[in-house]
């Protein structure tokens, strides 16, 4: 089970650096304000794909805690963590930038 979240854990390492490298070389389309809204669809994707797979991570580990030492179960919950801190900070810009007047 330690090896299977190990796995895990890098493939969602992988998904969360592709959704912050891909964007950088997708070259903005459109003009004025929609100008670049193409860049946000492969990160939003890719954080999409990372954070279910966050949640997978999460419950495997609490499945096998016993069986797990406690840094391997503290980094088990850390993908879930950083989910859910994305998710936190684009609520957020999105209602500041809401309440504009």
Do not use: C, D
């Amino acid at each position: 089970m330690t090896q299977k979240i190990a796995i895990l854990f890098l493939v969602w390492v992988g998904l969360s650096l592709l959704s912050l490298l891909i964007p950088v070389f997708i070259e903005p389309s459109s003009h004025g304000l929609v100008r670049g809204l193409n860049q946000m669809v492969p990160f939003f994707s890719f954080q999409s794909a990372a954070f279910l797979l966050a949640i997978l991570i999460a419950f495997a580990t609490f499945r096998a805690k016993n069986q797990l030492s406690l840094g391997l179960r503290i980094l088990g919950y850390v993908p879930l963590v950083f989910g859910l801190l994305v998710i936190f900070m684009i609520t957020a810009i999105v209602l500041i930038t809401s309440n504009t007047h």
